[in-house]
C-alpha cells in the first residue's frame, strides 16, 4: 500500500519499527470517531496526540484513548505545575512540525516530555497519527516506551 514518507514514518523506520499504515478520507474536525469509522475500528484503540502547554509556556505531548478526555487538571497535579491547557493549533504545529489533525508524536520539531495514558498499554494494537491528516500508523503500544521518553500517567476521563 503507498502511504506517505512523513517525519513520523521516517523517525519508526529510523527505530527500525514495524508498523501497519491505515489512510482514510480526513474529515475536518472529525477527530478519532471519523477515523474510527472510516477504518472500523473501536475509538478506543485510536490514540491521540494532544500538545498542552504548562503555566510556563513549556510544551507537553499526552497520548490518550480517542473516546475519553485529559483532565488537564489530573495532568498538571501529575507533573507538578500550576496548570495546563491545550496549546492553539499555531503552537501545537510550532512545537511539532505538523498540521493539527495531522500530529504524530514520532519525529517532532520540538524534544518534548510524552505522557501516555497508561491503558493504553493493556491494547494489543493502537492506531496513533502517522504525521499527515487522515493518516494511521498500527503498532503495538509497547514500541512507544521503546522509541519515545514517555511517563505513564492516568488522566483520562469520559466526554
Do not use: C, W
Request: charged fraction near 25%.
Amino acid at each position: 500500500m503507498d502511504h506517505p514518507i512523513t517525519q513520523a514514518v521516517r523517525y519508526l523506520r529510523d527505530k527500525k519499527v514495524e508498523f501497519v499504515p491505515h489512510l482514510y478520507d480526513y474529515v475536518e474536525k472529525g477527530g478519532t470517531g471519523e477515523s474510527a469509522k472510516q477504518l472500523g475500528l473501536d475509538e478506543h484503540a485510536v490514540v491521540k496526540t494532544l500538545i498542552f502547554e504548562t503555566n510556563e509556556k513549556k510544551p507537553i505531548v499526552v497520548l490518550m484513548h480517542g473516546n475519553l478526555q485529559v483532565s488537564a487538571k489530573n495532568l498538571a497535579r501529575h507533573i507538578g505545575v500550576k496548570s495546563v491547557a491545550a496549546a492553539t493549533p499555531e503552537r501545537a504545529s510550532k512545537h511539532t512540525g505538523y498540521l493539527v489533525g495531522g500530529t504524530s508524536p514520532f519525529g517532532t520539531r520540538t524534544a518534548m516530555p510524552v505522557y501516555v495514558e497508561s491503558t493504553i498499554f493493556e491494547l494489543e494494537k493502537i492506531h496513533i497519527n502517522g504525521g499527515k491528516r487522515g493518516f494511521l500508523v498500527e503498532i503495538e503500544p509497547e514500541v512507544l516506551k521503546v522509541v519515545l521518553d514517555i511517563e505513564e500517567v492516568e488522566v483520562g476521563i469520559e466526554n
